[in-house]
């Protein structure tokens, strides 16, 4: 088992940034790719970029590319993403999620998922 906790959503204004943490424990979190993911209000979750085990690979979404950096930090089990440059639309519920192996954007090929932090962008 994983455990995942997401952190450092919140309320930001439009063109503000944030950086969401997702920390892990349980089962050696260097093993595992990880990925994070969004569920706006009255939509479905969608896929925002992933990570490969080492942090050698990363792959993002259009909507992401450009705006969102995800990067991790094995020695303290964490994987974060940086936002820049928001928009009201990037206003979701925001998870993070790990699985074995790198390069799935689909959600159901992810074993573990946080319970999400809210970001709120303001306009």
């Known amino acids: 088992q994983v455990q995942l906790v997401e952190s450092g959503g919140g309320l930001v204004q439009a063109g503000g940034s944030l950086r969401l943490s997702c920390a892990a424990s349980?089962?050696?979190?260097?093993?595992?790719?990880m990925a994070w993911f969004r569920q706006p209000p009255g939509k479905e979750r969608e896929f925002l970029a992933t990570?490969?085990?080492?942090?050698?690979?990363?792959y993002y979404t259009d909507s992401a590319k450009g705006r969102f950096t995800i990067s991790r930090d094995n020695a303290k089990n964490t994987v974060y993403l940086q936002m820049h440059s928001l928009k009201p639309e990037d206003t979701a519920i925001y998870y993070c999620?790990?699985?074995?192996?790198?390069?799935?954007?689909?959600?159901?090929?992810?074993?573990?998922w946080g319970q999400g932090t809210q970001v709120t962008v303001s306009s």
């Open positions: 999620a790990a699985r074995p192996l790198f390069g799935s954007t689909l959600r159901r090929d992810y074993d573990y």
């Open positions: 349980g089962r050696t979190f260097s093993i595992y790719a």
């Open positions: 990570i490969s085990a080492s942090g050698g690979n990363t």
